[in-house]
């Protein structure tokens, strides 16, 4: 599986192969600025979709369970939010990832 940051940079040198005239450093600003918005929008808990591409839904559930600590044995009850992000791929995205099977 990739990282973010492998898939950027190979994002990055394939638009700046294709239009030489854009300076990498611009893209990589340019990209870096749009994932830190769409982290700050889940964050405050926004829905955010991107066209071609999918939605992003943030979630939250409430934990309550117990625990052990390994080295002593101890049990520990926790209480939380387990937060994350739902992905629901575009008709799009998944027209596309499905011509290879």
């Known amino acids: 599986m990739f990282t973010r940051k492998e898939i950027i940079k190979a994002s990055i040198q394939d638009l700046s192969n294709r239009k030489p005239r854009i300076k990498k450093g611009i893209i990589s ?21 991107i066209s071609g591409v999918g939605t992003f839904k943030p979630t939250a559930d409430e934990i309550n369970r117990e625990i052990r600590n390994p080295k ?13 992000v739902h992905f629901i791929a575009s008709r799009k995205l998944k027209g596309i990832t499905r011509i290879g099977e």
């Open 72 to 84: 002593t044995g101890e049990k520990i009850h926790v209480k939380g939010i387990l937060r994350r």
């Open 29 to 49: 600003l340019v990209a870096n600025t749009v994932f830190k918005q769409m982290s700050l929008a889940l964050l405050r808990g926004e829905k955010m979709g």
